[in-house]
């Protein structure tokens, strides 16, 4: 049983299919939001708020109690889970879509129950920023929103996401996607111009050479836990955003530079396996033997 504050996440609960340098795998459980959950899952209570269709494996259920997550907000409409695909190059430095497949997605309109919807902590993942909103309006008195979004959205919806980007405390994203949204390819203008969008932190993901944390007075790099072997970085954004939020639910007067050292550490085992598979086998033990690491290369006096 955990302790912490309540996380109500709301994202993509997927099928995928995945081609990387070092092997495919066909029909796996994926999702932002699976992602996230199964990381946050490790260190706090997480209720999910999502869509699957009538084909959704009972094997997805299965993870899902493993960690103890709530599926009451999760709804089995008929018809089928979102399916998604994606090929990545031969260094791992880009990603290409092979397919989405919207499935139930399409006519998704968040449910939540009324007491869930006072959760002290809310992650809006990756989905259309319309259904992002939908979460953001019925959970407004959350303590932290937190945010991330892909480029699809950043190319179709600049105008929605500048919405949810107003409604939101924390935002999550990587580079490329934080120089397409604003145009910037200084990764200090890039946080600049999206703290002026609304959000008091945001965190600009580096991929291997780290992440970049920014508030208005503040900027500093945080550095990864290096991995022996990347097998297969799907995922790797929402678990990061699992283990930063499942910090914050531990703690009242969070230190965020803590916080993205527990993204950090909880990405690395994503990224070593397939899927979900390596994040399955992480441990309370093993997650704080990486937040020890990581913060051993931090400098010291380092401190928001
Ligand atoms: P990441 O590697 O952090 O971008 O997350 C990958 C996960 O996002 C995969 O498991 C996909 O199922 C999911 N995903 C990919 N495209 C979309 C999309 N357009 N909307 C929602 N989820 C998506």
Request: hydrophobic share 40%; proline share 4%; glycine share 8%.
């Amino acid at each position: 049983m955990h302790s912490g504050k309540t996380i109500l996440a709301v994202g993509s609960i997927a099928i995928d299919t995945l081609e990387t340098p070092n092997g495919n795998r066909k029909n796996i459980l994926g999702g932002s939001a699976s992602y996230f959950s199964m990381a946050a899952g490790l260190l706090a209570p997480v209720k999910l708020v999502g869509v699957v269709g009538d084909d959704y494996p009972e094997e997805g259920w299965q993870m899902f109690k493993s960690r103890s997550i709530n599926t009451d907000n999760v709804h089995i409409e008929s018809g089928k889970t979102f399916r998604w695909g994606g090929k990545y190059s031969d260094d791992y430095t880009t990603r290409d879509t092979l397919f989405t497949e919207l499935g139930v997605f399409e006519k998704f309109s968040p449910k939540i129950k009324k007491e869930d919807c006072t959760s002290p902590l809310v992650f809006l993942g990756n989905i259309q920023p319309d259904l992002q909103l939908a979460v953001a309006k019925l959970t407004s008195k959350a303590e932290y929103i937190v945010s991330d979004t892909m480029n699809l959205w950043i190319d179709l919806f600049p105008d929605r996401l500048d919405e949810v980007l107003s409604r939101t405390t924390i935002f999550l994203i990587n580079h490329e996607e934080a120089q397409q949204y604003t145009g910037e390819s200084d990764i200090s203008n890039a946080a600049k111009k999206l703290l002026a969008a609304g959000p008091e932190i945001v965190v600009i993901k580096l991929g291997a050479e780290g992440a970049f944390l920014a508030t208005e007075n503040n900027e500093v790099f945080i550095p990864v836990y290096p991995v022996e072997q990347v097998l297969d970085p799907t995922g790797a954004g929402d678990s990061f955003a699992g283990g930063f939020m499942g910090y914050l639910a531990q703690t009242n007067a969070p230190d965020f530079i803590d916080a993205v050292v527990m993204g950090s550490a909880m990405a690395s085992f994503c990224v070593e396996g397939f899927g979900l598979e390596s994040l399955l086998l992480a441990t309370p033990m093993l997650l704080n033997d990486r937040v020890e690491k990581i913060k051993s290369c931090l400098h010291e006096g380092v401190r928001l």
